[in-house]
């Protein structure tokens, strides 16, 4: 299968800062990519999905200011938290999808911690 | 899309065969069924994929009925260590955004 990191696995920060997390695709080039946002106990929840070379469409509730995502080319994604708060702390997850190779699925990413104090 | 309904969670031994099934009564023509397995702080990593009938790989089979309406996921002698959440995704997942249901906590004991 394909391969999808994540910088940084864990990051701690402080209230109003801004931290970017950053999703590559390894080995293929991911014409798709979709963030998830994952509270403890909880199941994923799609916040975007961003095509490579366009504006990203955010599901209902999240907030596209606050989070910025950017898809610049096919094998990079970045989530940018703006102004982050301690409710904001929670596992980000990004996934890739890359039709050209015919695959029927998306790679995750293996998640990036993030911690506001 | 189509929404999926699991069980919250199952406990099995160590050695014994395990069946998920997952509801999924308004799936689409095009969509395929996927399934993922997720360990805590971990993301989600494929599992299986199908479409119809029944798929087979190294780790896993699922079984599709004719209709299409439901799914099994089936772990042949689990351990321990497949102790984790597994999710049922129906959709065309490749390019499609992909809405995961609650999934369902597999607990394997000793």
């Known amino acids: 299968g394909a391969v999808v990191s994540q910088h940084p696995s864990r990051v701690i920060c402080k209230s109003g800062t801004s931290v970017k997390i950053e999703c590559r695709s390894l080995?293929?080039?991911?014409?798709?990519m979709f963030w998830y946002r994952q509270f403890p106990k909880q199941s994923l929840m799609l916040m975007a999905t961003s095509n490579e070379g366009s504006k990203a469409t955010y599901e209902q509730g999240v907030e596209k200011d606050k989070f910025l995502i950017n898809h610049a080319s096919l094998t990079l994604s970045t989530l940018t938290v703006t102004s982050a708060h301690p409710e904001d702390s929670s596992f980000y997850i990004c996934s890739a999808s890359g039709n050209e190779r015919g695959y029927n699925e998306q790679f995750f990413g293996p998640g990036t911690r993030l911690t506001v104090l | 899309l189509a929404k999926t309904t699991q069980p919250i969670s199952m406990d099995s031994y160590e050695g014994q065969e395990v069946n998920i099934t997952c509801s999924h009564n308004n799936i689409a023509t095009n969509d395929y069924i996927t399934w993922y397995q997720q360990f805590p702080s971990q993301g989600p990593r494929f599992i299986i994929q199908g479409y119809k009938t029944k798929v087979t790989n190294e780790v896993a089979s699922l079984f599709i009925p004719a209709d299409r309406k439901s799914s099994t996921l089936s772990l042949p002698r689990v351990s321990l260590s497949d102790t984790a959440v597994y999710y049922c995704?129906?959709?065309?997942?490749?390019?499609?955004?992909?809405?995961f249901g609650a999934g369902t906590r597999l607990f394997v004991k000793a």
């Open positions: 080995d293929f080039q991911a014409t798709t």
């Open positions: 995704l129906v959709g065309n997942t490749g390019g499609f955004k992909t809405i």
